[in-house]
Every structure is written in structure tokens, then in C-alpha cells.
């Protein structure tokens, strides 16, 4: 829908999950290294300068998507796990203040919700909800034994059930779902029938999910795992786009 300026608090590489599909060249287990704010401010308000009165957009950008449309923390790990979480946020409100682009494009935080108990990631999430922010919450699977399988974490699905309703309380939350072939073999109905049942219980207990962002195999997998996946056919998201439907839930597909 246009640029997205990424914010990596991640550049050493450093995840606390590893999923197979993970496009991230030698990831490694870890957090977020300290963050030099200076520096990322300096960075964040030079690039903005250059969209905006430079010619980024003429020389970088196709012409239909010539439009500044989000900030975006995502990069080369899970950005909460920045102790500096919640001080990024407050920095990245002022910079788009100063750019008079408050309100007027997207603070999207890409994240696999695993810290989103934990209080300064809270703080940064309710912030966040402050400046027209947007939470896309990983969720590829709804099973234990999916999640470890996929995601490569011990944490139990009824515990990141948890974690997904924190976040989408404290600011607009989408869940973002990648879809994929092991083997072959797509999802067996039983990862599906899971996946459903836990959208119904998002529709039971009332919690202000904004829908699926239902997604493929967009880049390679850099991961050990990467031979054994392949995209699935564009019909089988659609399918699986329409039972999500059903159960009132907004979905948005990119096979």
C-alpha cells in the first residue's frame, strides 16, 4: 500500500523464537541489544527527510506507490524484547509529530506477542494506541505442539491466547498467520479445526481482534528447515480465508 519505513531494534539477529520460515540469515536465540536512541533518531528523521522533501520517492519507489503509509518495528527479531521498548515508542511519536504525520500514517509493530505481558511492553503497546498504532500479532498456529513445531517456542498456545488478548486490549491488534506446506502436506484439519475454535473463542470472550492477516511463504527461509516448505496453492488460502469468515473475523490473504 505503499513504503514503510522499518525500525530493526534487532541487528544483531537475536530472536527468542526461531521459526522455520524466518527469512533472518544467521538467527540466532537472544533479545534486542541496548538501543542507542540518539542514533536511531538521527536515522528515523533522515530517512523521513529524504521521503518526504528528497527524492526517495522518485528514485526508489514505483510510481503507484508513491506514499508514505506506516513506521513499522520489525527487523531481525522480536522487537519488544528491547529493554528501551516503551522510550522507542515515546521517540518515534515525537519524530512523526515533528513531521506532522501524527494521525496520519500507521505505527505498525510486527511482533510474536510472546512479551506482551510483561509491563514495558504494555506501556509501549499503550502508547502505541495513541498514535494511530497497529498490532500484528503472530499467531500461525493455535496448538502447542503446532507452535513448537512452527515457531520453535515452549510457551503453550493457552498462554499466548492470553498474551494475544493483553495486546489487543491495550491497542488495535491484527492476528498475522503464516501458511504453508511441511513436506508437501498442508495443515491438517486438526491445526485447522484448532486455529478456528480459538478465532470462536476470540468472537465468546469479546476480544477486539481486527482481523487475519493471512499470509505464504512471501520471502525464502534462511532456516535449517527451509527444503521442507513450499507455498501452497492460492486456493487453499481463500478456502481458509472464507471458514475464518464465518466466524466474524476480517481477513485479509496474500498467498
Excluded at 513504503?3 to 521459526?19: D, F, T, Y
Excluded at 503472530?138 to 498474551?163: L, P
Amino acid at each position: 500500500g505503499g513504503v514503510s519505513v522499518g525500525v530493526n531494534l534487532n541487528p544483531n539477529n537475536a530472536c527468542n523464537w526461531a521459526c522455520v520460515y524466518c527469512q533472518v540469515p544467521d538467527l540466532v536465540r537472544g533479545t534486542a541489544p541496548e538501543i542507542d536512541l540518539a542514533q536511531l533518531e538521527a536515522e528515523l528523521r533522515t530517512m523521513l527527510t529524504d521521503i518526504l522533501h528528497g527524492d526517495f520517492m522518485q528514485t526508489r519507489v514505483p510510481e503507484g506507490a508513491r506514499r508514505l503509509n506506516d513506521i513499522a518495528l520489525s527487523g531481525n527479531g522480536e522487537p519488544t524484547s528491547a529493554k528501551a521498548f516503551p522510550q522507542v515508542i515515546e521517540l518515534i511519536g515525537r519524530v512523526m509529530a515533528d513531521f506532522d504525520l501524527s494521525g496520519k500514517i500507521k505505527l505498525v509493530l510486527i511482533t510474536n506477542g510472546s512479551l506482551a505481558d510483561r509491563p514495558r511492553v504494555q506501556q509501549g503497546l499503550q502508547k502505541m494506541a495513541a498514535l494511530n498504532g497497529e498490532v500484528w500479532f503472530k499467531f500461525d498456529s493455535a496448538t502447542t505442539s503446532g507452535m513448537r513445531s512452527i515457531n520453535q517456542t515452549r510457551i503453550s498456545s493457552d498462554k499466548q491466547f492470553e498474551r494475544l488478548a493483553v495486546a489487543a486490549r491495550l491497542c488495535p491488534t491484527w492476528l498475522q498467520t503464516c501458511v504453508f506446506a511441511a513436506d508437501g502436506v498442508p495443515p491438517s484439519e486438526a491445526e485447522q479445526a484448532a486455529y478456528l475454535a480459538a478465532v470462536e473463542r476470540i468472537r465468546q470472550q469479546q476480544i477486539p481482534v481486527r482481523g487475519v492477516l493471512l499470509y505464504g511463504l512471501a520471502r525464502p527461509s534462511m532456516q535449517s528447515a527451509a527444503p521442507r516448505l513450499s507455498q501452497l496453492p492460492a486456493g487453499w488460502f481463500d478456502a481458509f480465508a472464507e471458514r475464518i469468515r464465518a466466524l466474524g473475523l476480517a481477513v485479509k490473504v496474500t498467498p
